[in-house]
Nanobody, 125 residues
Framework: QLQLVESGGGAVQPGGSLRLSCAAS????????IGWFRQVPGKEREGLAC????????FHAPSVRGRFTIYRDKDKNTVDLQMDRLKLEDTGVYYC??????????????????WGRGTQVIVSS
């Protein structure tokens, strides 16, 4: 059974950077599409970026495109989210999730079966 654990969250000032990591255990990531999502209090969870491990294709939501980048580290069996030029509105709980539809690039939550517990990001001056 695939298990996902997020790390790398914390507090940062506006304009700063953080790198989140999604570590997988119980299975290799080769057969999954991995997505990063964000939950802001009072709002619906938002899909940010995803990557198909099968061919390395990626998609970034317009709200974060150019600031956030999704990476895979095959040696570590992780999928990272590099976040640059952070804004106050980036504050939230960040989750990674895995979809078994390994050739599908989508941020539709219904496609994702396995979820981590999340890591908190606080952007504050």
């Amino acid at each position: 059974q695939l298990q996902l654990v997020e790390s790398g969250g914390g507090a940062v000032q506006p304009g700063g950077s953080l790198r989140l990591s999604c570590a997988a255990s119980g299975a290799t990531l080769d057969d999954y599409t991995i997505g990063w999502f964000r939950q802001v209090p009072g709002k619906e969870r938002e899909g940010l970026a995803c990557s198909a491990m099968s061919d390395g294709s990626t998609f970034h939501a317009p709200s974060v495109r150019g600031r956030f980048t999704i990476y895979r580290d095959k040696d570590k069996n992780t999928v990272d989210l590099q976040m640059d030029r952070l804004k106050l509105e980036d504050t939230g709980v960040y989750y990674c999730a895995a979809s078994t539809e390994k050739y599908v690039i989508s941020l539709a939550e219904s496609r994702y079966t396995f979820w981590g517990r999340g890591t908190q990001v606080i952007v504050s001056s």
